[in-house]
T-cell receptor, first 115, second 112 residues
Framework: ETGVTQTPRHLVMGMTNKKSLKCEQH?????MYWYKQSAKKPLELMFV???????ENNSVPSRFSPECPNSSHLFLHLHTLQPEDSALYLC??????????????FGPGTRLTVL | SQQGEEDPQALSIQEGENATMNCSYK?????LQWYRQNSGRGLVHLIL?????REKHSGRLRVTLDTSKKSSSLLITASRAADTASYFC????????????FGTGTQLKVEL
């Protein structure tokens, strides 16, 4: 276990549904991340939060809405998704030191299928 | 543009053999990291090499970095079936911050 948990592990939803992904880290880190991993594509960074503030939004469609109420919790709210949004969504955390020295600790991911 | 690209995309070897994976990147970096991912799971950090380092070891892992060629290699010696996974390099930029850019990965299969 890496100290980062994600729920649910699997999610199937219709295009009109609203659902949320949850991530929690127990490592005392200050930075949290959402990534999307699709088959045969590089890991795509979606959002970065440092000390609860969003510092990176990688041109993510508005149907994905992140929320970071505190440094330990990160949510990804989903609504009116498309089938091409089906992927493995990974959460990660790091100390938030910057300068590329941060090691990121990943959760196990949520496998999302949009019908 | 994509920062890291791993080569080969897939590698199949016998247990006990060495496995070498390469990563090329495009822009200047402060550090380069290697991660491992078991099928359908999260990534696990393996090793970090700084831009002023040329080689680093950790157990059966050896990482090299050639900043003049913008490339890195990961060598796993005496491979085991449990090493079967995907391996990714990740690079930062020199502009600070904590954003990493990952490559597409090398899928390693170690057969008994």
């Amino acid at each position: 276990e890496t100290g980062v948990t994600q729920t649910p592990r699997h999610l199937v939803m219709g295009m009109t549904n609203k659902k949320s992904l949850k991530c929690e880290q127990h490592l005392g880190h200050n930075a949290m991340y959402w990534y999307k991993q699709s088959a045969k594509k590089p890991l795509e960074l979606m959002f970065v939060y440092n000390f609860k503030e969003q510092t990176e939004n990688n041109s993510v469609p508005s149907r994905f809405s992140p929320e970071c109420p505190n440094s330990s919790h990160l949510f990804l709210h989903l609504h009116t998704l498309q089938p091409e949004d089906s992927a493995l969504y990974l959460c990660a955390s790091s100390q938030g030191l910057g300068g590329g020295t941060d090691t990121q600790y990943f959760g196990p991911g949520t496998r999302l299928t949009v019908l | 543009s994509q920062q890291g690209e791993e080569d080969p995309q897939a590698l199949s070897i016998q247990e006990g053999e060495n496995a070498t994976m390469n990563c090329s990147y495009k822009t200047s970096i402060n550090n380069l990291q290697w991660y491992r991912q078991n099928s359908g799971r999260g990534l696990v950090h393996l090793i970090l090499i700084r831009s002023n380092e040329r080689e680093k070891h950790s157990g059966r892992l050896r990482v090299t970095l050639d900043t003049s060629k913008k490339s890195s290699s990961l060598l796993i010696t005496a491979s085991r079936a449990a090493d079967t996974a995907s391996y990714f390099c990740a690079t930062d930029g020199t502009g600070g911050g904590n954003k990493l850019t990952f490559g597409t990965g090398t899928q390693l299969k170690v057969e008994l």
